[in-house]
């Protein structure tokens, strides 16, 4: 398939920016600043839509950004958990995403800008979104006004994040839909092969990369780094989204297997044609913008209803 | 999870008609036409919902039961598979799910009476099927305005008869719902094994016997009788219901992976407490009612809007 300009010119952008970890992550330099900045700017080219307030806050020690639609129903708040590797990414390349999000479904979005590795290895960005939680439901936010989305890195986090909080004996939100997940660090999904080199913006070397520098030496499979291993038991209801281009669409049906059979109502959708966390061009993008449409009105079903 | 009393007795119920089969399938009885008509008439106590009218026709030469709504958008029709494991099961016990989709999508819904093992083993059924469907086009109907849905054996169908549709070089229908699908006939799905017992109308055994009365010699791993080997390049969308209680859960979750790899876009739903073909209980039980739905939902994207 071949995408029209726009998109294809923001993909082949991404790629020139991602190229900056190559290095740092191999040791060969070490301006990590610079190579964050530049890939959280080239995000943040994808545009906000109208109608959306945008302020920077704390949860808890957690800096975050919050993201504020014209109407709020019923404390309604959704927890965004940005991608990038564990190693880059950042609230201020996501406004797009989180501003469509908040006015689909009349929700404040918060962002936490978790730590990221290799300064800040495992478990530091799941402590960190855990705390965020951990502030929103202290804010007196019910549980059942709430939901987790988050991609890549950050889809995972959407489930581990959620076994984390189940652990701490914290209630648990409504539902979570995780884009693109990047749900197990062993890789041994067989598109981690077939589609190395079809995905237009991840591959599979890079990916090792990043996983050494979030593990710092935790085993590959520690549930808490790949979800696919975790205790999921008493989740509630999980969409996963995966585009058939993706090399984590092996890993991500495991992901939606593991939920299914441990009982967790789970919804898989696989998109042909779609590249990793496609939902980042619903401005450039038919599929972008539906397929967080659907995230939308799959989350909403778990919402509570309005009073 | 306890069922309601009316679900409970329908299940065991089903259980009482279904142990008849078990002599005969191990060629220790010999009278199919009471077994059959015992299992018919059992389905037929789900109720048909009010304003559809029930016709019997011949597709070309296979008979059918036509059932109709009030009213018909653009031609719109649906080819729906009964299930019974291929020896059982007719248009007859099927009112219930075909009125519900006949007025979720305003379409006529066709239902095959298709031949049965042991007396018609494989591969009649598909070649029935196949007919029925080259018989619809024949009719003038157009193939983005047909859909596919089937449950058990039909969901396996839905699929297979797709895929010899395909073969024969005729255009796909628009999409395809396969509801709790018997999609592999080798039985590997790990849920075969940690699901038997826990679903409480089907189990391992007789599914064996099934498979062999059908198969009748053909390989289990044939793939027009187990579709996740099948060739299911270039099919439509397909949605996947499968019940987490399920003895085939694993393997409808390996049919979804299968088309997802292939480049169909699937949509996989996992409903937790949910037994064999709960959509049979539309009328019983909320989730059978709120299942046809959303099959009815997923199809209907697909289908032609109306002029």
Redesign the interface.
């Known amino acids: 398939m071949k995408f029209n300009q726009v998109v294809q010119q923001r993909i082949d952008a991404w790629n020139e920016v991602s190229l900056a970890f190559g290095p740092l992550l191999l040791g060969e330099s070490d301006d990590w600043a610079t190579a964050r900045r530049n890939y959280a700017n080239h995000q943040a080219q994808h545009p906000t839509p109208a109608g959306v307030s945008v302020q920077e806050i704390h949860m808890a020690e957690v800096p975050a950004t919050m993201v504020t639609p014209q109407e709020v129903i019923n404390d309604r708040a959704m927890l965004y958990i940005h991608g990038g590797g564990y190693v880059a990414g950042s609230p201020s390349g996501y406004h797009g995403i989180a501003g469509n999000y908040a006015k689909l479904l009349n929700a404040r979005v918060y962002m936490p800008d978790y730590r990221l590795a290799p300064q800040h290895p495992f478990p530091a960005a799941i402590e960190d979104t855990l705390a965020a939680y951990r502030w929103l439901l202290d804010q007196g936010i019910a549980p059942d006004s709430i939901v987790f989305s988050g991609d890549s890195a950050g889809g995972a986090m959407t489930v581990s994040v959620m076994v984390a909080a189940k652990r701490e004996g914290l209630p648990l939100p409504a539902a979570g839909a995780a884009l693109s997940p990047w749900p197990n660090l062993e890789h041994s999904g067989?598109?981690m092969l077939?589609r190395d080199g079809i995905d237009p913006t991840v591959n599979l070397a890079g990916l090792n990369l990043m996983a050494k520098a979030f593990l710092n030496g935790t085993p590959k499979s520690d549930p808490d780094a790949s979800p696919i291993f975790a205790d999921v038991r008493g989740l509630p209801p999980i969409l996963v989204h995966?585009g058939?281009r993706e090399v984590m669409?092996?890993d991500a049906?495991r992901l939606?297997?593991h939920?299914?059979?441990n009982?967790?109502?789970?919804?898989?959708?696989?998109?042909?044609?779609m590249f990793h966390v496609w939902h980042l061009f619903a401005a450039e993008l038919p599929e972008g913008r539906k397929a967080l449409e659907r995230a939308a009105a799959f989350l909403d079903e778990s919402l509570k209803a309005p009073c």
Request: no cysteine; proline share 4%; charged share 25%.
């Open positions: 067989a598109s077939t995966i058939e669409l092996s049906m939606a297997a939920l299914g059979e009982r967790v109502r789970v919804t898989l959708e696989v998109w042909p044609d």
